[in-house]
């Protein structure tokens, strides 16, 4: 199959798109280097040396995988290209990570508040008018978020794979039965344009009948999959710093420099994970099991487990002897949490689900501990805060 990858440079797209390529597809990697241009604007550098989308391509020649393309296209903003492009190139589906995806970065001021919405929210809008106006039929799979969902307020209740059934009353008493869309709880100006993400595609899914598979997606961890180990030049990212970087990646980072681990708060909120070989796994299965036509918007929960943050900060600590530090938390969030999702899809599709108990804490530990000199501390507190108290509260 022919597949567009957006985004396809990133922390999860580019092992998809090697994946996907060692999986016989025809990949087309679309993206505007923005995440990197980003680094350089935060001064800070992913912690594992990545090489250029060029020398990444090469090398991927060179080890033999089937050839990608690439194009350098701001899908928010050339929409015209866009549109041409698929006439041109006729892909059957389209993998779409092309957003900012940070929720600090998204916090720190009105400038990046408004930049990720316009960002976001335009490249999927362009995404779903330029399919239409090609007039083929592509299916999208789009990487969305468990945070969609919202922490805090499911009193112990399953999260479903995107619909809530409910019972609407009647004024004359009776109630009928109804699937929604799951409500919808951001908790950052990042994770409220996924919620518009997904207010478009039930519009463009019910009225042009776009096949889209929307995945709900937890928190992801590791860094490097069997095809990127292929080559030091494939390496994948490896965000640690304030912004980018996510929490367990980050305990496990700061417990290989021996920097006391940055637990916000009490470290009650849980959240949902998923390890990056299982990510590029799910993708795989959702492309090649696309919704049928008419059907309405496919929504999968894309984890594997729950945890606390502070549990998970224990974890590590027993592992590697790390302190950890209980800080005052920069973001408006619930103290504490309960998180009880159904991710059977992936499940009955066959996936595997690999944990934090199957020995790759340890792996990402060492990759740490090999590009340690690459850190630089001072980028490692965050600092971005959600509202003025956080930010008075940080400050102290
Ligand atoms: P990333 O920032 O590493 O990758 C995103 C890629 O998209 C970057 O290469 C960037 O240059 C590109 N991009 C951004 N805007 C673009 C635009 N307008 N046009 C073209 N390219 C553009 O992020 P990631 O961690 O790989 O996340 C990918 C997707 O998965 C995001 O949509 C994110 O919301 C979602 N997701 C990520 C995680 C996680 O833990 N990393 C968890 C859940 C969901
Ligand atoms: N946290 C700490 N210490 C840290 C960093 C984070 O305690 O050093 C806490 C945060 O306060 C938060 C939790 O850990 O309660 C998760 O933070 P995170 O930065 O790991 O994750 P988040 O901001 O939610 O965003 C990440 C990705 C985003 C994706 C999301 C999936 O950056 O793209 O959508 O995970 S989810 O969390 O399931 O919504």
Partial sequence: MKVFVLGGD????????????????DVVIIDNLSRR??????EVESLTPITSIGERLKAWDEVGG???KFINLDVSKEYQRLVELLIEEKPDSIVHFAEQRAAPYSMKSSSTKRYTVDNNVNGTHNLLAAIVESGLDIHIVHLGTMGVYGYGSHRGATIPEGY???EVPQPDGTRFEEEILHPASPGSVYHMTKTLDQLLFLYYNKN????????HQGIVWGTNTEATLKDPRLTNRFDYDGDYGTVLNRFLMQAAIQYPLTVHGTGGQTRAFIHIRDSVKCVQLALENPPSQGERVKIFNQMTESHQVGELAKKVASLTGAEINYLPNPRNEAVENDLIVDNRCFIELGLKPTTLDDGLLTEVVDVARRWSNRCDKKRIPC????????AKAIKN
Wanted: charged share 25%.
């Fill in 383 to 390: 600092i971005s805060a959600w509202t003025s108290t956080q």
């Fill in 37 to 42: 241009k980003i680094d350089i604007d935060l």
């Fill in 66 to 68: 089937k050839p990608m």
């Fill in 10 to 25: 990133g922390f999860c797209g580019w092992p998809c798109s090697v994946n996907l390529a060692d999986n016989g597809h």
């Fill in 208 to 215: 042009d009948r776009i096949r889209i598979t929307d995945l």
């Fill in 164 to 166: 809530l059934k409910v």
